[in-house]
């Protein structure tokens, strides 16, 4: 004869799942985001190096002088998804003609820095 009590699961043994799956969980959600501040790091590095080339290619269509703004706006034309403005804001790269520098956008991630021009 059959004993009821061998059936199902006891609270113990639920409970024993539950926390290996949380430390699954943990484990998976923390390997993801260093993943995305990597991801984002290397698309602001990445925007940097789109508003340098268009730098460039402005001050060889200005006779090698020092684009303006509109110039290097101009230049990036093609590229909607890289912003530059006078002053670096969310998003927005800036661009500093009489420094000749490109600052970074104030929400970017500590490993994408400025870009000084030349």
């Known amino acids: ?3 009821k009590q061998d059936k ?3 609270l113990v043994e639920l409970l ?16 993801v985001s260093g993943i995305t501040d990597t991801a984002k790091e290397n698309t602001c ?3 940097g190096a789109t508003l340098q080339t268009a730098y460039e290619s402005a001050y060889v269509q200005n006779s ?7 110039q290097v706006q101009d230049a990036l034309s093609n590229n909607n998804s890289t912003k ?13 003609a009489t420094a ?3 600052t970074k956008p ?5 490993g994408c820095a400025s870009i000084a021009l030349s």
Do not use: H, K
């Open 64 to 70: 090698a002088t020092v684009p303006s703004l509109a």
């Open 106 to 110: 104030s929400d970017a991630p500590s």
């Open 45 to 47: 590095t990445a925007d």
């Open 1 to 3: 004869m059959e004993n």
């Open 16 to 31: 024993i799942v539950i926390v290996i799956l949380g430390i699954l969980a943990t484990v998976t959600v923390l390997a």
């Open 84 to 96: 530059v403005a006078g002053t670096a804001a969310d998003g927005v790269w800036g661009y500093d």
């Open 8 to 10: 199902g699961f006891t």
């Open 100 to 102: 000749m520098t490109l």
